[in-house]
């Protein structure tokens, strides 16, 4: 099946027509090929035309990591409508708000997230569809004012599933809007084209070296960009997609990683230290497991070493990236040994620099704001030109836009990139710029502690003092005088924090990254 234009959707398309029977998706107790999910994303997508859903509408998943979920990404693509999947841990009032901010034509979602519904449509006046799986009858949602309500079932049922609806889009139309967590102020959402997903799904695919018969787990939400391109990757190359609700109950899912025969593992630092915690890992054959992956933060040392001994056969890679352009760099797995706190190169077709605040390109050693070139750069925010003219800016070229992202950052004298910290996030201590991160890597890599988190609290003295905030492993003992003494060490003066607390968890967000916002 070959179009003028690439679609997104396309990738679904191409695959159930080229390996129709294949298990495209595995979810629990439920095993769907290719033929199965074209077959009611076809369907759904000409329920949603019959509802009212038109080229360029917005439709809101908010819903787990289900099959349902994947289905319905797939479908609204098909109705030639933009995508938006929102995390399912999302309260009734952020949810209010992304449906009235991209003013949703229709949301689809599940029936045990009921209350949060209810009170979000409640607060809407675009909406006019809601389609909901699992047992509607028994929630607030039938006797829900407004939209109209359809079950699951009865959207499957209604409409055709042995085509597609005619195409209506080009390449430049928005795909999806993703919305950032919002962790200073409110959501914002990226807006991301058809070019854009399908350049990142090759780029990225092509240094993975993703194949057909490649098995990838995805326990992140698909509402993170990083978890769900691990199902559009895998759609595009005709691979299988294990897909798990979440790393709460990690036996559970490292025995579905060796009952699935997993070759692909995308994985967060918390999921990692999460992993280092258990006791009997050694009991687990992971040896099918021919890449890992890591993106939020450069991976500490010691998270390396420990994967290494995990996935013995894996390449493992450290990547970062952001949501406004998806991934900027890789770490090439021969690389890991010489340069392991470095973040790598750009991904296949894609420049970056790095610029001082009079937006002149410095040179390597010297930290400054990160700019990214490329064709995975996001088109802007929805409807906040205010914040998109702030990310993007004129290039080199006449009439192009490249993405400031808002990142210190230093290149190498090999071009290897180093993440410093979020601007945002950069404590101004005794006149210095202080990174956390740097102060996070220091802490993470000392034996008995699991994880850290960094902020700058005012001070008096100091204008800001850096305070750490610090989880042991279990049956660890270490105090903070010791705690200290280790970046006393390791670190230069007015780095060492003035604070350092011994806390029994970090907060996160929906994505499985740790939260600094509450940490005082």
């Not at 360029?56 to 030639?80: H, M, P, Q, S, Y």
């Not at 700019?371 to 702030?390: D, L, S």
């Amino acid at each position: 099946m070959s179009h003028a234009v690439p679609l997104l959707h396309d990738f679904l398309l191409e695959s159930a027509q080229r390996l129709p029977d294949k298990v495209a998706l595995v979810c629990r107790a439920e095993r769907l090929t290719y033929r199965e999910i074209d077959a009611r994303s076809n369907a759904l997508a000409h329920t949603l035309i019959r509802s009212g859903v038109r080229r360029g509408d917005r439709v809101v998943v908010f819903a787990d990591n289900t099959a349902e979920t994947a289905i319905a990404f797939w479908a609204v693509l098909k109705a030639n409508a933009i995508v938006s999947v929102v995390n399912p841990l999302t309260k009734a009032d952020k949810l209010a708000y992304v449906l009235n901010d991209c003013r949703a034509a229709a949301l689809i979602s599940d029936a045990h997230l009921a209350p949060a519904i209810t009170d979000a449509v409640r607060q809407t006046s675009h909406l006019h569809t809601l389609i909901v799986s699992g047992d509607v009858g028994a929630t607030a949602l039938a006797d829900l004012d407004g939209p109209t309500l359809m079950t699951w079932a009865a959207a499957l049922e209604g409409g055709d599933r042995s085509t597609p609806p005619p195409r209506g889009c080009i390449d430049l139309d928005l795909a999806a809007i993703v919305y950032t967590s919002g962790s200073t102020g409110e959501p914002k959402g990226v807006m991301l084209t058809h070019r854009n997903m399908l350049t990142a799904a090759a780029s990225i695919s092509t240094y993975l070296e993703i194949q057909g018969d490649d098995v990838i787990l995805c326990v992140l939400p698909l509402a993170f960009d990083y978890g769900l391109y691990q199902m559009i990757m895998a759609f595009r190359a005709g691979a299988r997609l294990v897909l798990e609700r979440s790393f709460t109950y990690p036996a559970q899912v490292l025995h579905v990683v060796v009952d699935e025969e997993v070759t692909g593992f995308p994985g967060v630092p918390t999921i990692f230290a999460i992993m280092a915690g258990l006791k009997n890992l050694g009991d687990y054959d992971f040896s099918r497991v021919r890449f890992v992956t890591n993106t939020a933060a450069a991976l500490p040392e010691k998270h390396i070493e420990m994967l290494k001994v995990w996935f013995p056969r894996a390449k493992i890679f450290s990547m970062y990236g952001l949501t406004e352009c998806k991934r900027c760099t890789y770490l090439p797995p021969a690389d890991i040994e010489r340069k392991p706190t470095s973040v790598g190169i750009a991904i296949p077709n894609t420049e970056l620099w790095i610029v001082d605040e009079h937006d002149n390109r410095v040179p390597p050693g010297e930290v400054g704001e990160l700019v990214i070139r490329g064709a995975t750069v996001m088109k802007g925010y929805w409807e906040k030109p205010a914040a998109t003219a702030k990310r993007l800016r004129p290039g080199p070229v006449p009439g192009e836009q490249v993405l400031y992202t808002g990142d210190y950052c230093r290149l190498d004298e090999d071009g290897y990139l180093y993440f410093v910290g979020r601007m945002d996030d950069i404590i101004k201590s005794r006149g210095e710029k202080v990174a956390p991160r740097e102060i996070e890597m220091v802490l993470t890599n000392v034996p008995g502690v699991k994880e850290v988190a960094v902020i700058g609290v005012d001070d008096d003295v100091l204008g800001q003092a850096a305070k750490a905030f610090v989880v042991l492993d279990e049956g660890a003992s270490l105090t903070e005088r010791e705690l200290r003494r280790e970046c006393q060490q390791r670190l230069e003066s007015y780095m060492v924090p003035k604070y350092i607390e011994l806390i029994d968890h970090l907060p996160t967000t929906t994505s499985g990254k740790i939260s600094k916002t509450g940490l005082s």
